[in-house]
Every structure is written in structure tokens, then in C-alpha cells.
């Protein structure tokens, strides 16, 4: 139980990924902790992002993979997607994982103060009217789903990820604006539940902070599954009608469907949160920090998808506990933004971890190196009837510099990528670490050992 005017060695603002893992770890260091939340501790992440979206997409895989399990000479056949089922399932694994969440919250002794929070002085929170102070505050209350000028979120007609996330029917038709990473995720789970989709994209291609090999193997791949897609495509209106929406894009082209999901990315939640009155300097809204998440106010860090970057959860999480380990005096080295993997879990999967070629033409010039290792060559893959690719990416007699991956499953071999970017191998390091074979890993080996110069399954 707290108490106004309660001192707390850390004071977290907001209870998601960033908020709870700096509770988390600075409990752990013996630090006195408590974790401001008006919501559900998790967050985004696990009650409307990460979790849930990735249950639905395993939904998904289990129709797709009844539906097309002839291929593999098993007589099934799909009868129907029972929404209602799909969501008690994915509610089930919300819920199991808040359970475990609180728990785990609890027995590290951080107190938990529900309600908003507002930061009335540098380091105060007040909360329902009572205030606590922190000797460090750390602001973590996270983002919200953005929309456009003119572009008025119904909850009927036009959806955020929130509202889709929450439907108990499969449409027979979306238009999903934005190509990113949560519109293509969507997009990809209802084409496999049987809805017709076309997604919108402003920006020349699908996945467009992705290699732009990557986002071409992904065009080639939903086109295959029938996933209709417009990119240089800027929105310009939407007209809800009783039974569905008409979309106009800035070319004239008008579009009907049952949906409109929005999907054209997140913005910090920060306005009325009392920053600005205490002084923190912002930008568009985000919370600026120095590289070790300090603000401009003394004793005020922040976390998660308020700070300019990656909106992501591990990239929360990791600040989370950098933050921590900060104030408690551990010294803890900088995190390297480009050294976070990306996963887009959408069917096929795309995974990136390190720069793009753009990127790494941009900063090296002429002195990169880069090899595409089919997945055609790979055994697992062809098991798993999968198409796609591993490319590497790395500086002239030196280490490599980027890793993209586009095929089912690929996302699951980004822990080894990250490993390889992150502690600066290079290929001749990776070539001799062998991989289980007939594993989609043997993938990323190989495209090592072809850049190491002595190619396995890969012409030369
Ligand atoms: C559809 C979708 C899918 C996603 N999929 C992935 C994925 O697969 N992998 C991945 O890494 N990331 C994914 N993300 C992104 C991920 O969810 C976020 O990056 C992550 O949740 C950010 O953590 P955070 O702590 O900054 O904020 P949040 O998780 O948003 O948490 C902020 C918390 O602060 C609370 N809060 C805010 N203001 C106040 C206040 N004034 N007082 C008290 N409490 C407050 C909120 O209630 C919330 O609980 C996805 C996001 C979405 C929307």
C-alpha cells in the first residue's frame, strides 16, 4: 500500500514494457520502487500489441495450414474461423501472462499505485490527488495509435489495431492504411481467416524501414497469397456508410469494404501528462534524452515509445533495465539502437537486425559486402515449403554490419543474428560455428560461409 507523500528511491510513470522491467530490475537491486499505472500493468505489449497480435497470427498459421494441408498429403479441410474461439484463445494467453506479470510485480516488493498519474513537480507524481515522490522519476507511459487530419476513428467502421484486436467477427473485406509493420501483420491474419484485403502504403513499398530486398520479397509473396496492395499511394478520405467504407487515395482511386483499419504508426503518449510544466524537454510530442536516457531535469529518465526511435517492447524492456542499473550506479554501457532486432511476424516473416544496404552504403560507400543466401537451398525451409531469403550485409574485411531474413519462420533466427551483429563478428568467426542440421539456422550459416568465401549449398 502506498501513502501520499510516499518517498520512493524510483517512481515509475506507466506500468508497459519500459515502465515494469525498470520496477522489475531496480527492485532487483535493492532499490525502493513503485509503478504509477491507470491501466493494466503490461502495457500495450501485452493487452493490445505483441501478445495478442501474435496469437492471432498463430491462429492464422493453423488455418492456412489446414486449409492448404493437402500439400503435404493430409486430407483436412477448414470449415470456418470461430472468431469468438480464436479470441477466448488469445484472451487466455493475455491473461495467463498479466497473471504472471502482477505476480512476479508483487513478489519483488514494488508497490503499485493505480490510477493516472500527472507529474507535478520534477519528481512528483500526483495520483487521484495525493502525491509521491521519487528521489528518480522514470517516464515510461508509452504511445497510442495515431490517425490522420480528417480521418475520424469510429470504432465501427474505422478501426485502430485496438478496435481489431477486439472484433468478434472476421470481415469479408478490409482496406488497411499504412504498410508498416502492425498494417501488414493485420493484414496477413485476416487473409488467412478468408477476408479480402488491400492495404494502403503512401511510401514506395511494403515494410518501408526494412531493406528494400526485404520488402520486395514480401510484395511477391502476398501478392501470391492474394493480398491486394496500392504503394505511392497517399490516403485522402474515408465515407463510412451503414454496411462499410469508401476510401479515395490522393490519386483518385476509390476502394469499398466492410473495414478501414489505421495503421499509420504511433504517437507518444505525453500531452497532459504535466512534462512540459516540469520543464522536460520534448520534441513532437517525444520526451528527449541523452544516450543514457536522461532528460534535461535532474533525476528524470525516460523509456519506451516516448523516446524518438524503435517502438518497440525488448527496446523498452532493455531501457527499462539500463535505467535502473544507472541510477543504481552500475555504469551500464549504451544501448546501440541499430543493434535491436526487428521481427514483422506477418506470413511470410521479415527480420532485421543491424542497417539496411542503403544504410551501409550511405556510411561505408563502396566498402560493404553483401551475399543473398536462398532459402531455396535450405532443407528446413523446403520442408516447410517456404520461400525467401538470408542476406548479409558487411564491411570490406570487416564485420557484418546487417542481417535480413524473409520466410516462414525466419524470425526465430534472429536471436542468433543479433549475437552476430551485436558482438561484431565477422563471417570467417560465424563460418566455422556449426548448425543443426535440417534447421532454418543452417541458413544464416551458410550466407556465412558463402561471405567467408567458401559457399556449402549456394552457387558460386
Ligand atoms: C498492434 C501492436 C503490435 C505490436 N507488436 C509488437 C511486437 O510484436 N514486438 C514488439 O517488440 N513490439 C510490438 N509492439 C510495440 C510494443 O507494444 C510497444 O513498443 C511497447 O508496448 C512500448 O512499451 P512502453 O512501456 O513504452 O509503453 P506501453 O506498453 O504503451 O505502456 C505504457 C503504460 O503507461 C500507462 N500510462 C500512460 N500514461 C499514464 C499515466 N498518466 N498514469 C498512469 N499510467 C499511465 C498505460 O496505461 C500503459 O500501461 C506492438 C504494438 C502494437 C500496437
Not at 532486432?341 to 544504410?359: M, W
Request: with cysteine; proline share 4%; hydrophobic share 40%.
Amino acid at each position: 500500500m502506498a501513502n501520499a507523500g510516499d518517498r520512493f528511491d524510483v517512481l515509475v510513470l506507466g506500468g508497459g514494457s519500459g515502465g515494469y522491467a525498470c520496477a522489475l530490475r531496480a527492485a532487483e537491486l535493492g532499490l525502493d520502487v513503485a509503478v504509477v499505472e491507470k491501466d493494466k500493468l503490461g502495457g500495450t505489449c501485452l493487452h493490445l500489441g505483441c501478445i495478442p497480435t501474435k496469437a492471432l497470427l498463430h491462429a492464422a498459421e493453423v488455418a492456412d495450414s489446414t486449409r492448404e494441408s493437402d500439400q503435404f498429403g493430409i486430407k483436412a479441410s477448414l470449415e470456418g474461423v470461430d472468431m469468438p474461439g480464436v479470441n477466448s484463445y488469445k484472451d487466455g494467453v493475455v491473461q495467463r501472462l498479466f497473471t504472471g506479470l502482477q505476480g512476479l510485480v508483487k513478489s519483488r516488493g514494488i508497490t503499485v499505485i493505480e490510477g493516472q498519474g500527472r507529474l507535478v513537480g520534477p519528481r512528483t507524481v500526483e495520483v487521484e490527488g495525493q502525491r509521491y515522490d521519487g528521489k528518480h522519476v522514470v517516464l515510461a507511459s508509452g504511445s497510442y495509435p495515431r490517425s490522420l487530419p480528417g480521418l475520424e476513428v469510429d470504432g465501427r467502421t474505422v478501426l485502430t489495431s485496438d478496435h481489431a484486436l477486439a472484433l468478434d467477427r472476421v470481415p469479408s473485406s478490409v482496406i488497411v492504411l499504412g504498410g508498416g509493420v502492425i498494417g501488414v501483420e493485420f493484414a496477413s491474419a485476416w487473409r488467412s481467416f478468408g477476408a479480402e484485403v488491400t492495404i494502403l502504403e503512401a511510401l514506395p513499398r511494403l515494410v518501408p524501414a526494412e531493406d528494400e530486398s526485404s520488402s520486395k520479397a514480401l510484395e511477391r509473396a502476398f501478392r501470391k497469397r492474394g493480398i491486394a496492395f496500392m504503394t505511392g499511394t497517399p490516403f485522402q478520405s474515408v465515407e463510412s456508410q451503414d454496411d462499410g467504407v469508401t476510401v479515395t487515395t490522393k490519386g483518385g482511386d476509390t476502394l469499398r469494404a466492410e473495414l478501414l483499419l489505421v495503421a499509420v504508426g504511433r504517437g507518444p503518449s505525453t500531452s497532459g501528462q504535466g512534462f512540459e510544466e516540469q520543464g522536460i524537454a520534448m520534441e513532437r510530442g517525444f520526451v528527449l534524452t541523452d544516450e543514457r536516457l536522461r532528460t534535461n531535469v535532474d533525476a528524470v529518465s525516460a523509456v519506451g515509445d516516448i523516446v524518438p526511435g524503435l517502438q518497440l517492447a525488448h527496446r523498452g524492456f532493455q531501457q527499462g533495465v539500463f535505467v535502473a542499473e544507472d541510477i543504481a550506479g552500475l555504469a551500464p554501457t549504451p544501448i546501440d539502437e541499430t543493434g535491436i532486432p526487428r521481427v514483422t511476424y506477418c506470413e511470410p516473416e521479415v527480420a532485421s537486425v543491424g542497417l539496411n544496404e542503403l544504410v551501409a552504403r550511405e556510411r561505408y560507400g563502396d566498402e560493404i559486402e553483401t551475399v543473398s543466401f536462398d532459402l531455396g537451398g535450405n532443407g528446413k525451409s523446403q520442408i516447410l515449403k517456404t520461400q525467401g531469403f538470408v542476406k548479409l550485409i558487411r564491411r570490406t574485411n570487416g564485420p557484418v554490419v546487417g542481417v535480413h531474413m524473409v520466410g516462414s519462420r525466419v524470425g526465430e533466427l534472429i536471436g542468433e543474428a543479433q549475437l552476430i551483429y551485436n558482438w561484431e563478428a565477422f563471417p570467417e568467426d560465424v563460418a566455422p560455428l556449426i548448425h543443426m542440421h535440417p534447421t532454418q539456422n543452417e541458413a544464416l550459416g551458410e550466407a556465412h560461409l558463402a561471405l567467408a568465401g567458401k559457399p556449402l549449398h549456394a552457387h558460386v
